[in-house]
């Protein structure tokens, strides 16, 4: 059974860093993927980050490009997300999810991790 | 920047059939992939590439696409299926990864 399991939400000042993370297992984790796409209270979906099975190659949404990093850990089947000035809008469940190549759906999703962003 | 527009609300009766839409101007081209998302729950995938199902999605569910527009049609509607539903893309111009905005399906 895939699992995918977020840690390292919180409450965070505006200006401020935090790091998540998301644990996975029941898949062969270095063939697939990871991605992390995020919900503001009451909103949509928005896609934040994905990064190649092997990290060669990472992407990023306008709207976080060069405050966030995402980076992966294939020995402990892992993947983070670096997030730095962080603003009030980026206050969201952030969900980490596996895709198979870059055409391919979000086939799992973990059941996300709270970040809010406010003094 | 690439845009996938749905309507924010559909309505429809149990037993009926239920339309979802998505539009954009490249997704011809594009495999659409269709998301369910209830109430405090994460979301999970029922349609990808058009119009696959993963295991354990019910037939009910079905994606099609023509021209601009791609479309999730959820047949005999239940109580059940009330949720939010939202279309997703790759725009591999930019590799931006595209949601639509999301549609929420009312059963009446």
């Known amino acids: 059974e895939v699992q995918l399991v977020e840690t390292g939400g919180g409450l965070v000042q505006p200006g401020g860093s935090l790091r998540l993370s998301c644990a996975a297992s029941g898949f062969a984790f270095n063939q697939y993927w990871m991605g992390w796409v995020r919900q503001a209270p009451g909103k949509g979906l928005e896609w934040v980050a994905n990064i190649k099975q092997d990290g060669s190659g990472t992407y990023y949404a306008d709207s976080v490009k060069g405050r966030f990093t995402i980076s992966r850990d294939n020995a402990q089947k892992s993947v983070s997300l670096q997030m730095t000035s962080l603003r009030a809008e980026d206050t969201a469940i952030y969900y980490c999810?596996?895709?198979?190549?870059?055409?391919?759906?979000?086939?799992?999703w973990g059941q996300g991790t709270l970040v809010t962003v406010s003094s | 920047s690439y845009e996938l527009t749905q309507p924010p609300s559909v309505s429809v009766a149990p037993g009926q059939t239920a339309r979802i839409t998505c539009g954009g101007n490249?997704?011809?081209?594009?495999?659409v992939h269709w998301y369910q998302q209830k109430p405090g729950q994460a979301p999970i995938l029922v349609v990808y590439?058009?119009?696959d199902r993963p295991s354990g999605i019910p037939e009910r569910l079905s994606g099609s696409k023509s021209g601009q527009t791609a479309t999730l049609t959820i047949s005999r509607v239940e109580a059940g299926d009330e949720a939010d539903y939202y279309c997703?893309?790759?725009?591999?111009?930019?590799?931006?990864?595209?949601f639509g905005g999301g549609t929420k399906l009312s059963v009446l």
């Open positions: 999810a596996t895709l198979f190549m870059a055409g391919s759906s979000f086939d799992y």
């Open positions: 590439d058009d119009s």
């Open positions: 997703q893309v790759w725009d591999n111009t930019s590799d931006l990864w595209v």
């Open positions: 490249k997704i011809g081209s594009q495999s």
